[in-house]
């Protein structure tokens, strides 16, 4: 199966890095702004608390001359006294100082066409009560914090002298602090952007230089993909969890979610790659929950490794599938072949004006068809008949004698387990014919059939098995042809013994011999497992 992933979708401009530090900054600006909004609020109360100690001091101070004492009790006017007041109020550097009556009537203020009128702000009730406040109150020249004192003569309150600084006067002192934290909020300020740069150049790099809607994207692709595939694929990491699994892999290692260790789901792969996976390692024959599968190991980098896997079963039927298919392709190129030389040499003979000549080449084409049909004629398994004449052609081509026993017989009633005759056959042939490598020789296939089953032998006069193979020669992936091959005669042992049928192969003089024997399918009887045995040397 071919996956295609196409497209680079078109994402969001200034990327990861610009977004990040965006962010950063808008975070960092709103984080000043409260920090900022929270520290001016603190000043503030400082500033409040310290002018309002301030304006409590100077009333004290004021509350207690005998100037003011003496005015307050007579409620009277008096120039002199608010000349004197405003004196002390330059000294002390307040917004006003006002000196009241016991009916709160301004005895001294800055503005003298305010005397003799009311005091305002609403907050002369614990003065007059015979205690010192610090409040903040509008009166007539505007919002103040202002401290309150009582004037007492012969225990008993006569006045009351209020001390005030205005509050564009608390806002100065709170700008002249934040002005000294100024250079602070800029210094945290730039190394946050720096660090935010910092930080996301990092992660893009870590990241592989890819876009979240980008990661997006390839996440989705990437469980498309999975779930298309119809092998089980799992992902593990360095510990040994399961991070990631693909449909066909969840049914058979059971649905739960990731991560989870390997070795509660399968304790032969887990211990196959503990320690590690250090390269690649395909084909291996593996078990999980008894069924069994080839697996394909690919290691990732940093640790842990992806393992591919399908059931044995389905990749031998592929592989006999593509036996087939290049037997097939073999045997109509070798019919090509044979049939072009056959007209070439027909057609030169009638160029040559010697018809006699051409005529009996053809008819000894002919006459030997005739031949090989007759051997066959009673062999009623069309596909296994259509197989031997491909062979016949692809012997010819390689300078091999092929034939095939007089007296072969086999009954329509192998109709039904022609797949296996022709994959029997198939092998063993192709296998003879690759015994002589390219020497003449000969290969004779002979098919006899009894009440007990068929037997069926494929003799060539090539060298025979090796020695050091023996008996595991029908081991899948043994071979003395090199790697990546051994894989035919495994797949005739196997579907040899789905149908209880056996295998050997042995000597008889100089000519090697391969024989299958398969139980008859009528009646139809309970099938023991297939047999391999190896006889001579």
């Not at 078109?10 to 900022?36: D, I, S, Y």
């Not at 609403?122 to 009560?129: K, T, V």
């Not at 006045?159 to 602070?184: C, D, K």
């Not at 007089?406 to 387990?417: K, N, Y």
Request: charged share 20%; net charge negative.
């Amino acid at each position: 199966m071919t996956v295609i992933l196409h497209s680079r979708p078109n994402f969001p401009r200034g990327g990861l890095q610009g977004r990040l530090v965006r962010w950063h900054l808008a975070v960092l600006c709103a984080m000043t702004a409260l920090l900022v909004g929270v520290q001016s609020w603190q000043l503030y109360g400082e500033a409040r608390e310290r002018l309002g100690e301030r304006a409590l001091t100077t009333s004290r101070l004021v509350a207690r001359l005998p100037e003011v004492v003496g005015g307050a009790a007579s409620g009277q006017p008096n120039p002199a006294l608010n000349a004197r007041v405003n004196s002390l109020r330059g000294a002390a550097e307040a917004d006003f100082i006002v000196v009241g009556d016991r009916m709160g009537i301004r005895l001294a203020h800055p503005v003298p066409e305010r005397l003799g009128q009311p005091m305002e702000g609403g907050d002369n009730i614990e003065p007059f009560a015979g205690r010192e406040i610090v409040s903040v109150a509008r009166g007539s020249l505007g919002v103040s914090v202002r401290g309150k004192v009582p004037i007492w003569e012969d225990g008993e309150v006569v006045g009351v002298v209020s001390t005030g600084y205005l509050m564009p006067q608390v806002w100065s002192l709170v700008g002249e602090a934040l002005t000294g934290l100024l250079p602070w909020f800029v210094l945290a300020l730039g190394l946050g952007t720096l660090g935010a740069v910092w930080a996301a150049r990092r992660l893009r790099a870590e990241i592989l230089n890819l876009e979240p809607e980008e990661i997006a994207t390839l996440a989705r692709q990437q469980r498309a993909v999975l779930a298309a595939l119809r092998e089980g694929v799992i992902a593990v990491d360095a510990s040994g969890k399961v991070t990631l699994v693909s449909d066909r892999a969840a049914e058979l290692l059971g649905e739960q979610a990731t991560p989870y260790l390997l070795s509660e789901v399968w304790p032969e792969l887990a211990q196959l790659t503990r320690g590690g996976v250090a390269a690649r390692q395909q084909n291996l024959e593996l078990t999980l929950n008894g069924d069994p599968l080839l697996a394909n190991i690919e290691p990732l980098e940093g640790g842990g490794f992806v393992c591919g896997f399908r059931d044995r079963a389905q990749a031998l039927a592929l592989a006999e599938e593509l036996t087939h298919a290049r037997g097939f392709v073999d045997v109509l190129r070798a019919q090509t072949h044979e049939y072009q030389n056959r007209l070439h040499v027909i057609s030169g003979l009638l160029q040559l004006e010697r018809p006699e000549e051409a005529l009996r080449v053809l008819n000894a084409e002919i006459q030997a068809d005739a031949q090989f049909r007759q051997l066959l004629r009673d062999v009623q398994v069309p596909r296994l008949v259509a197989l031997l004449a491909g062979k016949r052609e692809r012997a010819q081509e390689l300078g091999i004698d092929f034939a095939v026993a007089g007296g072969s017989s086999l009954s329509p009633v192998w109709e039904r387990h022609a797949d296996t005759l022709v994959t029997a056959v198939g092998n063993l042939t192709e296998n003879a014919f690759e015994a002589l490598a390219g020497q003449p020789g000969c290969v004779t296939v002979s098919i006899g059939e009894d009440p007990e089953g068929v037997q069926i032998e494929v003799e060539d006069s090539g060298p025979g098995v090796p020695d050091s193979l023996g008996g595991q020669v029908f081991v899948r992936g043994v071979s003395s042809k090199g790697e990546g091959r051994g894989y035919g005669l495994a797949g005739v042992l196997a579907r040899v013994g789905a149908l209880g049928g056996q295998i050997r192969h042995r000597r008889r003089g100089s000519m090697t011999v391969f024989e299958v024997s398969l139980p008859s399918p009528l009646p139809a009887l309970s099938t023991p497992p297939a047999q391999v045995e190896q006889v001579g040397g």
